[in-house]
């Protein structure tokens, strides 16, 4: 599981709050050093740098796995273009082809249109748009891009010039609604021309034994295709699916399992090896489990085909790297949370049959990113809870890291009045500047670590992937949320020294609710339905504690209308904390017994519909704050450094400028699948 930006919001909220009520002095005091987080704007995307702190507290072995690593996952990045549409990777080669050898007229409307596209493409790695699923439109003419290519000598096929303007063809790279045909109507590039919905789900039913209590990952790493009308699988692996960018990622694996901190890690890359050289499904879950234990050391990672969010149908996991160096100081912060993780779960307002009697091996970790691949660059999440699969969570544990140089990045490259524009009054203003931050900071932590861990199924109840079937996704998410929501209120924590008081959990609760309400609606299109699993839980806990809080005659939330604009405001935080308990029992209920049509009333009935009114107005006070909805990231490029004999003595971390300079370079260095 991922999480996405959302507690990164609040804080960039808080700061940039104080950093446009304040004097110079105090900007300077925001801004110790002279990084420059900024490196582009386009569309509604902002592109940013990551500071990577102490780097060089390492020593030279541990830069070297940290170079081998990042190395390994850029060399399969193509991967990840590929499995987002089948027409990615020839388009991007012909758009980039053009790019580098036009020498018209750059000043013109149009080629910055195609410029501005070629970025979108690059930020979500292909033509769709990496948060709503919506094809990227061009606001160029067919004909500006055929004069340009044959300026260029590029040669772009007519299917291809089909793909990219007719707005008909591959609408959508995932479809998550089952009337329209999950897999018929999603354009990701997993499943073979003429594959039915019907016929996957039966193709992958047929393998699953109902008292399998260890399931293999089963479509993890192969695409369905129809041979002669018979359904087989394609496994992406070395001499397979994808092979040619593969052997490079083992490759680079194997430097690193020279160099690895200890024998556990050494073991893990070894698994991984095997697993990319057989494709067996069996050495994915070893390698899985090797990773849950493998708790030493300094540096860890990230590897394989790891989120399912791509695959209507939740089997196909997206190529994934992070490379990942230990933050020590934050993370002994939160092993308080991680000692008392019994008490949470025997605490949580969940039914007594809900609860797991021992909840076991949980990590939490705050670590700093080294670089970043695939599904996870540009655009990247703050936290990740892995692995997936249930049952090697429940039997080795998991590991859960907060990406702390992301977040960072996130915040400080704040500079925006959204927090005075959407707050109801100055005490959230200010309650948000002075806790903003750390109850970003423990949300992040309670979801990852006690939230996506928390529960149990009853017995005999299915997976919530085949249970809760498209609505898994959002519903774990919400699940999460409602425990850290539940928590952040809860005076033990107090105690406990993870936070100064209860008012960091009203920060939380002003933030969350200011944007599963309103904010986060900037990042849809008008008359659109909110899809993408994290957005969609945000909305349907805000609304339905909102509609549960106005049957009392003193709401604990009231809509406030001022001067033409709307306010949400929490007048009892106490009674909010209710209903996210009330709320929290009904969906560990849902999970736990597999409730379908409790799921689908949920996320369908409060988290999909969008007020236009509310949404237009959304639009229209963020659009004069002027800041772009979401943030890609450009990786630091590290250059090992070799003495006169060809020996490695250093690793240095640099910077490129531009963000055109960096995906060109990789697409050169890195395009393993034209
Ligand atoms: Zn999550």
New binding site residues.
């Given amino acids: 599981?991922?999480?996405f930006l959302i507690t990164g919001t609040l804080v960039m909220l808080a700061l940039s709050q104080a950093l446009t009520t304040s004097s110079q002095t105090l900007e300077k005091n925001f801004q110790p050093s002279e990084f420059v987080y900024e490196a582009d704007r386009f569309a509604d995307i902002r592109i940013l740098r990551y500071e990577l702190p102490n780097f060089d507290r390492l020593n030279l072995r541990q830069k070297e796995l940290v170079y081998y690593l990042t190395q390994a996952g850029l060399a399969g990045r193509d991967i990840m273009w590929a499995q987002n549409g089948r027409y990615n990777l020839a388009i991007r080669t012909a758009l980039e082809n053009i790019y580098t050898r036009f020498d018209g007229n750059k000043e013109s409307a149009e080629w910055k249109s195609f410029e501005t596209y070629l970025k979108q493409i690059w930020m979500s790695n292909g033509i769709h748009h990496h948060y709503s699923n919506q094809k990227h439109q061009p606001q160029f003419s067919k004909s500006y891009l055929q004069d340009i290519a044959k300026s260029t000598k590029t040669e772009i096929s007519p299917e291809v010039m089909e793909v990219i303007f007719n707005p008909n063809i591959a609408s959508k790279k995932v479809e998550k609604d089952a009337s329209k045909g999950l897999v018929e109507n999603s354009s990701v590039n997993f499943y073979g021309p003429g594959i039915t919905t019907e016929e996957a789900l039966a193709y992958y039913a047929s393998k699953i034994k109902p008292d399998d209590r260890t399931p293999l990952s089963y479509g993890i790493n192969a695409d369905l295709v129809k041979v002669n009308g018979k359904l087989q699988e394609e496994v992406y692996k070395v001499g397979g699916k994808y092979g040619q960018a593969l052997e490079q990622v083992v490759m680079w694996l194997e430097r690193a399992e020279r160099v690895a901190e200890n024998d556990k890690q050494a073991v893990v890359i070894r698994k991984l090896i095997q697993f990319y050289r057989t494709g067996d499904l069996k050495a994915w879950d070893d390698f899985n489990i090797q990773w849950a234990r493998a708790t030493e050391g300094d540096i860890d990672f990230i590897h394989g085909f790891v989120e399912v969010y791509n695959d209507p149908l939740g089997n196909r996991g997206s190529y994934e790297t992070i490379v990942e160096i230990n933050d020590f100081e934050a993370s002994e912060r939160m092993k308080v949370m991680m000692d008392h993780a019994q008490w949470f779960e025997d605490n949580s307002p969940t039914q007594v049959e809900h609860k797991k009697k021992e909840v076991k091996g949980i990590t939490y970790k705050v670590v700093n990113v080294a670089g970043e691949s695939g599904d996870a660059n540009p655009s990247t999440p703050i936290g990740v809870?892995l692995p997936n699969a249930q049952w090697i969570r429940t039997m080795h544990g998991s590991k859960s890291v907060s990406l702390g140089n992301i977040e960072d990045a996130n915040n400080k490259a704040g500079g925006t009045g959204m927090l005075s524009e959407f707050a109801h009054d100055l005490e959230e203003i200010n309650r948000a500047i002075k806790y903003g931050e750390i109850a970003g900071k423990l949300h992040t932590a309670m979801?990852?670590v006690i939230?996506?861990a928390s529960g149990q199924l009853e017995n005999g109840v299915a997976p919530s992937s085949q249970t809760l079937k498209e609505f898994a996704s959002t519903i774990e998410?919400g699940r999460?949320d409602l425990v850290a929501l539940y928590y952040v209120m809860d005076p033990q924590l107090v105690e406990w020294g993870l936070m100064p008081s209860l008012e960091v959990g009203m920060a939380e609760y002003d933030g969350y609710f200011r944007n599963g309400m309103m904010v986060q609606l900037r990042r849809l299109k008008f008359e659109e339905e909110i899809e993408e699993a994290h957005m969609r839980n945000r909305a349907w806990i805000c609304n339905w504690i909102y509609e549960q809080a106005q049957l009392s005659d003193k709401p604990a939330i009231v809509k406030v209308e001022r001067d033409g604009k709307t306010y949400f405001d929490i007048r009892d935080y106490e009674a909010i904390r209710n209903y996210v308990g009330k709320l929290l029992n009904e969906v560990q209920r849902i999970t736990s017994q597999g409730d379908y049509e409790a799921a689908k009333n949920l996320a369908d009935g409060y988290g999909k519909k969008v007020d236009l009114d509310i949404h237009k107005e959304v639009v229209y006070r963020s659009e004069k704050l002027n800041i772009p909805p979401y943030n890609g990231f450009m990786n630091p490029v590290l250059v090992p450094v070799n003495d006169q004999y060809g020996n490695l003595i250093d690793v240095k971390v640099t910077y490129m400028k531009e963000f055109s300079e960096q995906m060109l370079m990789y697409s050169k260095n890195y395009g393993f699948l034209k």
Avoid: D, I
């Fill in positions: 599981m991922k999480k809870n979801h990852e939230g996506h998410e999460a």
